[in-house]
């Protein structure tokens, strides 16, 4: 069964700098999902990872993945208050995807 | 655009009630999931069904049961709820079965008293 396991768990950030959000997974996995949930609303999706060496940008977030090392990231440059949410990412363990417990980004002026 | 609706966004019930939680998907999607999301807990998948008639338990599926007599509705029913219960609970479809991302609902909050 894939674990992932994602760290931190909080992060206050000020509004322009950068940071990196780290996601590390128990078993081999080809394919990793990154999504974002604003306080009370629903999961969205943000980027699907298919392959070793992946990487997606949109907007100031970017995600890579690397399976060999089991591990995807998800960079914030340039932070600003609107990507203040939490950021799940998830890998297939058979039918269902299973999550990581979530990063809570909080960007601050 | 795929859409997945959940038939409440707030609901309240009481100990013991028998509650329906709907959920209706419009892409034609084989697979289709209930979780349930916990603080400090995250995601925790309830059932799954991957066709019509099929379901499979998942990590947390005691207390509760699921039907899905069309392909694009998936049920979840709480027998007897209990405050236990109470949470937010989001249901979930996808195309191919481990495979395609998971397309999710606006959620159900639900509190039992």
């Known amino acids: 069964e894939l674990k992932v396991e994602q760290n931190p768990l909080f992060l206050s950030m000020q509004e322009g700098k950068n940071y990196t959000i780290y996601c590390n997974y128990s078993t081999t996995s080809d394919r990793l999902y990154w999504y974002r949930q604003d306080p009370g609303k629903s999961l969205e999706s943000l980027f699907v990872l298919l392959s070793n060496g992946a990487v997606k940008q949109e907007g100031r977030l970017m995600a890579s993945l690397d399976t060999k090392a089991r591990l995807s990231t998800l960079h914030i440059t340039a932070a600003v208050h609107d990507l203040s949410a939490t950021y799940f990412c998830a890998g297939y363990s058979g039918y269902a995807l299973n999550f990581g417990k979530g990063t809570s980004l909080l960007v601050t002026p | 655009d795929v859409k997945v609706t959940q038939s409440s966004r707030y609901l309240v019930k009481r100990t013991g009630e028998k509650v329906f939680l709907e959920c209706v998907q419009d892409m034609d999607h084989e697979n289709m999931f209930w979780y349930r999301q916990d603080p400090g807990l995250g995601l925790r998948l309830i059932y799954f069904?991957?066709?019509?008639?099929?379901?499979e338990k998942g990590d947390i599926p005691e207390g509760y049961s699921v039907s899905r007599e069309k392909k694009e509705r998936f049920s979840l029913i709480l027998e007897s709820a209990s405050t236990n219960q109470t949470s937010m609970y989001l249901c979930?479809?996808?195309?191919?079965?481990?495979?395609?991302?998971?397309?999710f609902g606006p959620g159900t909050r639900l509190t039992v008293t």
């Open positions: 979930a479809s996808s195309d191919s079965a481990g495979v395609d991302e998971q397309y």
């Open positions: 069904s991957y066709d019509v008639k099929m379901k």
